[in-house]
């Protein structure tokens, strides 16, 4: 059983359009988090979700929007996509947060036309 | 703010040699440190972590980390490594809201 899933796992668009991804875990865990990572391979962190607390990084357009039906799930709805919010996108989870290693999905690549 | 510098884009090392990947923090009171490795086209996983304790950390695959307070450094290191290493490194601390800061990876490529 995969720990934490995402899906789709590839995802071309036209600029314009509005996106969802979609994260599940089946290992308990209290905490999602979405990361974005860009073509260096730089890593930056969007979002985490903790106990139905939601932390933003401020940088993150609100055109990003996560949305937590249960406690296993974190889709990641983007609206208005553009050129630059191609990249791949990762889910993660963890029991909580700072200490507990975070467990990632295999990732999302969004390329936007 | 807590922020992390990974010294090194890329290091090249020759099968079975050993390496060493950079890490250095800004200072704190107290952190909590990682590395994450990502494989080619695949998600990341943990390597290890130092919480408290011990300042050398053993991992998985047989990486080691030392963690060193007074020079604010946490660096990676494998005795010999093996083609199967090749892959992208994160180091990681968490700040003050338990928000990991991430470095922005090392490359290390294996010559055979």
């Known amino acids: 059983d995969t720990a934490v899933s995402q899906t789709p796992k590839y995802l071309v668009t036209q600029m314009g359009n509005d996106k969802s991804i979609k994260c599940e875990q089946n290992?308990?865990?209290?905490?999602m988090y979405w990361y974005k990572q860009d073509s260096k391979k730089f890593l930056k962190i969007m979002f985490s979700?903790?106990?139905?607390?939601?932390?933003i990084n401020e940088t993150v357009p609100n055109r990003f929007s996560p949305k937590s039906p249960d406690k296993a799930h974190l889709n990641l709805h983007i609206n208005s996509l553009e050129l630059g919010d191609s990249a791949v996108y990762f889910c993660?989870?963890?029991?909580?947060?700072?200490?507990?290693?975070?467990?990632f999905g295999p990732g999302t690549r969004l390329t936007v036309l | 703010a807590q922020s992390v510098t990974q010294l090194d884009s890329q290091v090249p090392v020759f099968e079975e040699a050993p390496v060493e990947l950079r890490c250095n923090y800004s200072?704190?009171?107290?952190?909590?440190l990682f590395w994450y490795v990502q494989y080619p086209n695949q998600g990341l996983q943990l390597l290890l972590k130092?919480?408290?304790?011990s300042t050398l950390v053993k991992g998985i695959n047989g990486f080691e980390a030392e963690f060193n307070k007074s020079q604010t450094s946490f660096h990676l290191r494998k005795p010999s490594v093996h083609i199967s290493d090749t892959a992208e490194y994160f180091c990681?601390?968490?700040?003050?809201?338990?928000?990991?800061?991430w470095g922005a990876g090392t490359k290390l490529i294996i010559k055979p």
């Open positions: 993660a989870s963890s029991q909580e947060l700072g200490t507990d290693t975070q467990y």
């Open positions: 290992l308990g865990h209290d905490t």
């Open positions: 979700y903790n106990n139905k607390e939601l932390i």
């Open positions: 200072s704190s009171v107290s952190v909590y």
């Open positions: 130092y919480l408290s304790g």
């Open positions: 990681a601390v968490s700040d003050s809201n338990y928000q990991l800061i």
